[in-house]
Structures are given as C-alpha cells and as structure tokens.
C-alpha cells in the first residue's frame, strides 16, 4: 500500500522525476526533481533552463502539510545531503550555491561556497556526504570541502595537487582531478574517489594517493560497516579494500555503474537505475524484495536514523532495518 495519495503525488511530483534523495531523520524524507518537459527542450547542455524542485516528506504530520516543495529556477545540477549537527538540509548547485532548509518552512539561502585555489572550494561540487554527524563536500580540481556551521566552509584541500594549465588543457587528466564521491569511518579516515581509479585517504593531517589495483572509471564509495571500503566502478564492477590492499569483487556485469553504495541493517546495499542490491560472502546478489512496485524505485539511496530511502524514476520506498514501506509508484498514477 502507497503512503501518498494520487493528490499528493500530482501536486508534487507529477511530470517531475527524483534525480536525488536523502534522509535528515526517520520519518524525514527529501527530494530533488526535475521537470521532465522542460529538460526534453533544453537538451544536454541548458540544464540552467530546467526547473528542480526539493520536496519533503514528513508522513507524522497531517495530510494537508506532510508533502510540501520549494521551487528552483536558473540552477545547474543539485545535489542535497543531512546535516545533522544543524538539523537540516543543505541543497547546494554544481557551482556552490547554497539553500538550507528544515522543513518548517524557514528556508535561507547562504553565500555562495567561496572560490579559489586554497579552497575551500576549487571547481565545481559534485557530491555531498555526512560523515561524523559533519557535511563534507568534493568536486573537481581536488575540491574537498567541511562544513563548519552558516556560511561557514573549511578547505580540506592541503595538500593535494593544484591543477596546472596542462591539467585544464587535458580531459583525462582533468577528471581524474575530479572527485565525485566521498566517504569515511571517521574524519581523520575518509577516503575519496575521481577519474580512472584515483583514490586518495585522509589521515587528519594529509592526503596521500592509495595504490589503487584499475584504471576503471570509478562512480561511488563507502566505508562500511563491516570495516571495508566498496568502490563501484564502470559498468557495475566493484571493489572491496581499505588501505593499499583491494579485492576486485565484480567484473563489469552491468550495463550502468552503481549510482550509490550504502551500509544499512547489517548490510551493503548498491543501487543503479537498474535495481538493488546486496554484498552477501563477497558475491553480488540481489535484494529481496518484497514487490516489484519497490524495485522500480531504485536510483538512489540515503541511509541515516536507522532508515534507508531509495528513490528514483518511478517512485520512492523506505526501508526502516527489517521492512519495507512504498512511499509512491508513479505508473500507478499513470493516464
């Protein structure tokens, strides 16, 4: 059974698809969308022109006010991501635009992440994580980012290596400058990926370059709970290690890379457009589901609170540790 009605999903997400989805706390649930028209006429290269929406869902409040949304207009890809130590929501654009929200309807825009070659920002963002209850964030040039508090940004640029002239001139050296997931057990061991299997650990004090076994394109990456580090790499290969020692689990069996990888309930769960799935006695499996109205929800995932959101093209689910919860499945809503 859905939890939204179809009034609920046609004001909301009617003619809009989930590109992102992140959870503040059980029972607050986030999303970014984008308008599907208007991306059809812009093309690959006016994302600007794309209206986003960042909607939440917050199913103890009544039926009137448990879905509400904010509209951006004149804005390239977003990305959002919990910070608990601020108890809110943080939406920040590809080029370091920056909207906090918690829900309650008091919504602030911040200035814009500052720019320059110390950091604390370098290029573009790319990718919001948590880790230690702190927002961090990674994009191109060697982009590595804490957040501090309100407008406040601390570079944890150090010493990586400011891009030359050359670098700019080359693509393939340019993306693997480019990082574009981050995770870690703690914040003096967090790890980050870019490019063609460039992996880099922090200590707390400096980074330095892990032997990393491929020149795979790399995509996503968490540190697990069971004391490793999954990096999903083209075409649904991934990897399993921690320091200079890594395992490739999986070779290339899937069309897409895993957009995400995530530790919940005792488990590594990976998702693409494609499905879900689990890291069970190092094989790849997929996840027992208990319906396909859940599995076309796959896309993305958001793990905090004890819960884990999945949401995507088709709709939204919710996992609170030992079942599942469909929130919405758009081809119910179909005309």
């Known amino acids: 059974m859905m939890q939204l009605t179809e009034a609920e999903y046609r004001k909301r997400f009617d003619g809009y698809i989930i590109t992102d989805c992140a959870v503040l ?29 960042l909607s939440w869902y917050i199913p103890d409040n009544p039926e009137d006010s448990r879905i509400r949304h904010m509209r951006f207009e004149g804005y390239q890809t977003l990305d959002i991501c919990a910070n608990p130590s601020e108890g809110r929501m943080l939406c ?14 008091e919504d602030e825009d911040e200035d814009e992440i500052p720019k320059s070659i110390t950091g604390p920002r370098r290029g573009t963002i790319e990718r919001l994580r948590t880790i230690d209850d702190c927002m961090v964030a990674v994009g191109s040039d060697h982009t590595v980012c804490l957040r501090k508090g309100s407008n406040q940004w601390q570079s944890l640029c150090l010493n990586l290596p400011v891009p030359t002239l050359a670098d700019f001139d080359d693509v393939e050296r340019s993306d693997n400058m480019a990082f574009v997931d981050i995770d870690g057990f703690s914040e ?24 990393f076994p491929s020149d795979m394109d790399v995509y996503s990456i968490c540190c697990a709970g069971d004391g490793y580090v999954y990096i999903g790499a083209q075409s649904g290969s991934l990897f399993r290690g921690r320091g200079n020692e890594w395992t490739l689990l999986v070779r290339e069996m899937l069309t897409l890379p895993f957009e995400d990888i995530v530790w919940h309930a005792g488990k590594v769960w ?22 396909s109205d859940i599995k076309v929800c796959a896309g993305n995932l958001s ?31 179909a005309r």
């Open 303 to 333: 793990v905090a609170d004890g819960v884990m959101l999945m949401a995507g093209t088709h709709g939204a689910a919710v996992h609170d540790g030992s079942a599942w919860q469909l929130i919405f499945h758009r081809m119910q809503f």
């Open 270 to 291: 990976l998702t693409s457009d494609y499905g879900l799935w689990n890291v069970i006695d190092g094989q790849l499996v997929e996840a027992d589901l208990p319906s």
């Open 92 to 105: 920040v654009s590809i080029d370091g635009l920056v909207t906090v929200t918690g829900g309650d309807g």
């Open 25 to 53: 706390k059980r029972g607050h649930y986030y999303f970014v969308s984008r308008n599907l028209a208007e991306a059809e006429r812009a093309g690959p290269t006016a994302e600007a022109m794309v209206t986003k929406r």
């Open 188 to 211: 003096n061991d967090i790890y980050v990926i870019a490019g063609k299997g460039r992996v880099w650990h922090f200590d707390g004090t400096k980074w330095s370059r892990i032997a």
